[in-house]
C-alpha cells in the first residue's frame, strides 16, 4: 500500500470511527465536556471546600489543565490500544501498522479542539479577557499533537509484543495526572522537585498553556522546541520500530 | 510475457510461532514447512488438504500478510490480494460507507471507489438499503455488499480461501458465476477449497498440503486422483 493510499486511509477512517461514536451513543462527543467538569467537582470539593487550597482562579486553572490532559490521555490509550483493537483486521489485508496508532491521535484530536473551543468560551463568560497571546494556543498545541503523536506510535509498536504495557500505561496515566499540574500551579512547587516535575513534558506544556491563555505571557519558545526534538526523536524510533516488526504483527496472538 | 511467466516463486518456506507455555517458557509451533513451488502468469491452482493442514496461512503468506521465518517468497512484481469479504465493516455506517472504508483498506484509491460505487450498489443488489447503517442489515445482506466491494479489486494474483458464492440463493448463483468468471479469466488464482468438484472444474494445477509440508504437486487429475485415493484408503 503506498503512502498516499494510507493516507486517504487515515483520514477516512478517522472520519468513520467519530461518526460511528456519535450513532453509537446517545450523548457522543458531550462526554469529553462531561470528564474535565466532573472531574473540576471533585478537585474543586477536595481542594477548595475541604483543604481550602487552590487560590482564587482554581477553576480556570483546573479546566485548563484537565482539557489538554484528556487529549493526552485518549490520544495515549487509544495508540497503545491501537494495533491490537484491529487484530481481525491484520489477518484479512496487509496494511502498513503505523496507520492504527495515528487514527487513534487524529479522533482524540478530533474530540478535543471542539472542547478546547468551549474552553475558551468559558474563559470569556468567566471574565477573563482576550488576550493577544491567545495566539500561541495552536502552536503549544501543535507541540502536544507532535508529543502524543509519537508517544502513541512507540507504545502502539510495542504493546501487542508486550500486553503488559496496557495495563501499565493505564496506571501509570493516573500516576502522571496526579504530578502533572493539572490541579496545582507547577510554579508554587519548591526547588527542586519542580525541576524534577518539568521533566515530565505534560507538566511544562499545561504550563505554556496557562500561561497562553490565561496570564497573558508568550510560551517559553525554547521550552516548546526541546518537546518538538523530543517527539521527532521518538516519532523516528517508533515509525522505525513498526516497519522493523511489520509483518510481525499478523502472528501475535493478542 | 509468456504464458510460462513466474509471477510468485516460494522456495523452502517455512513459518513458525512461538507459543509462550509458562512464565518463561516458550516452544515453537511450525504450521508450514519448507513449501516450494511457482506460480506462473494466468494458471489457477487448487490448495487442497485437511482441515488444519495450512492452507490458509499459506495464503496468508502469499498475500504477504506474514512473512516467511525461514526460506523466501518472490514476487516478481505482482500486486497480490486475498479476497475478503467486509473487510474493517463498522456496524454504524451507512452501506455506501463501509463500501469505501472497505474498499480502501483493500488497496483502492478513494476516487476509485467513488468511481465503481455504482457497480458495487448495482451488483449488490441492496437498493435504497445502502444508505441504512450496516447494523440493520441481516447476514446475507452484508455478504452481498462485501462480496461485491471486494470483487473490485483487480490484482494480478487472486487468492480464494473457500469463499465462491455468498447469500441467498439468488446472490449465490450470482456471485458463484462471477467468481467462475474471474477465475477463467486469464488472471492469476490460487484457490482453497473443499470442494474437489470445484477445483476440478476450475484449476490446471493442485497442491496438496498436509500437516504444513507439500505432500504432492501436479497436474489437477493426477493429484486429485492421488489424494481421493489416499482418503479413501484411510
Known amino acids: 500500500m503506498q503512502l498516499r493510499n494510507s493516507i486517504e486511509l487515515i483520514l477516512y477512517k478517522t472520519y468513520a470511527d467519530i461518526k460511528a461514536e456519535m450513532a453509537r451513543s446517545y450523548l457522543g462527543l458531550i462526554w469529553w465536556l462531561i470528564e474535565p467538569v466532573l472531574y473540576l467537582g471533585a478537585f474543586y470539593i477536595l481542594f477548595v471546600l475541604v483543604l481550602h487550597r487552590g487560590g482564587p482562579d482554581f477553576v480556570p486553572t483546573f479546566l485548563c ?13 487509544g495508540g497503545s490500544h491501537a494495533i491490537s483493537a484491529n487484530r481481525g483486521l491484520l489477518q484479512q489485508v496487509y496494511v502498513p501498522k503505523f496507520i492504527f496508532p495515528v487514527i487513534a491521535v487524529l479522533g482524540s484530536t478530533a474530540r478535543f479542539v471542539p472542547v478546547f473551543v468551549v474552553f475558551t468560551l468559558f474563559l470569556l463568560v468567566y471574565g477573563i479577557p482576550i488576550q493577544l497571546t491567545w495566539l500561541a494556543a495552536p502552536i503549544v498545541m501543535l507541540t502536544q499533537l507532535f508529543l502524543i503523536m509519537a508517544l502513541a506510535m512507540l507504545v502502539g509498536a510495542i504493546t501487542p509484543f508486550l500486553p503488559d504495557l496496557k495495563a501499565a500505561i493505564d496506571n501509570g496515566m493516573m500516576f502522571l495526572f496526579f504530578i502533572s499540574g493539572v490541579f496545582f500551579n507547577i510554579n508554587d512547587v519548591h526547588e527542586p522537585l519542580r525541576s ?16 497562553a491563555m490565561l496570564r497573558g505571557v508568550w510560551p517559553d519558545t525554547a521550552h516548546l522546541t526541546i518537546i518538538l526534538l523530543i517527539s521527532f526523536v521518538l516519532g523516528a524510533l517508533a515509525l522505525a520500530l513498526l516497519k522493523e516488526m511489520d509483518h510481525k504483527y499478523g502472528k501475535v496472538r493478542f | ?34 513449501i516450494s513451488f511457482d506460480l506462473h502468469r494466468g494458471e489457477t491452482v ?4 485437511r482441515n488444519g493442514a495450512g492452507k490458509s496461512t499459506l495464503l496468508r503468506l502469499i498475500a504477504g500478510i506474514l512473512e516467511p521465518d525461514r526460506g523466501q517468497i518472490i514476487n516478481h512484481g505482482a500486486r497480490v490480494s486475498l479476497l475478503s469479504l467486509g473487510v474493517g465493516f463498522v456496524p454504524h455506517l451507512s452501506g455506501k460507507q463501509n463500501a469505501m472504508l472497505s474498499g480502501m483498506l483493500l488497496g483502492l484509491r478513494r476516487q476509485e471507489i467513488a468511481r465503481r460505487m455504482e457497480a458495487i450498489i448495482e451488483f449488490s443488489g441492496l437498493g435504497h438499503f445502502i444508505n441504512q447503517p450496516l447494523h440493520t442489515y441481516s447476514s446475507g445482506m452484508r455478504a452481498r455488499l462485501g462480496f461485491s466491494v471486494a470483487i473490485q479489486v483487480d490484482p494480478d494474483v487472486l487468492l480464494i480461501d473457500e469463499v465462491l458464492g455468498v447469500g441467498d440463493e439468488e446472490f449465490r448463483t450470482k456471485s458463484t458465476s462471477e467468481m467462475k468468471r474471474l477465475i477463467k479469466s486469464d488472471k492469476t488464482v490460487v484457490l482453497v477449497s473443499h470442494s474437489l468438484p470445484t477445483v476440478k472444474e476450475l484449476c490446471d494445477r493442485a497442491v496438496w498440503i498436509e500437516e504444513g509440508s507439500v505432500k504432492n504437486t501436479g497436474d489437477i487429475e493426477s493429484v486429485l486422483n492421488l489424494y481421493t485415493g489416499r482418503s479413501e484408503n484411510s
Open chain 1, 65 to 77: 489543565g484537565a482539557v489538554v490532559w484528556k487529549w493526552f490521555d485518549s490520544g495515549l490509550k
Open chain 1, 196 to 211: 524534577y516535575l518539568l521533566l515530565n513534558p505534560m507538566a511544562g506544556l499545561i504550563d505554556e498553556y496557562r500561561n
Open chain 2, 1 to 34: 510475457m509468456s504464458a510460462h511467466e513466474i509471477l510468485i516463486s516460494l522456495q523452502n518456506v517455512s513459518l513458525s510461532y512461538t507459543v509462550r507455555a509458562g512464565m518463561f517458557k516458550w516452544s515453537k509451533y511450525m504450521p508450514l514447512s519448507d
Open chain 2, 46 to 49: 487448487g490448495i487442497i488438504g
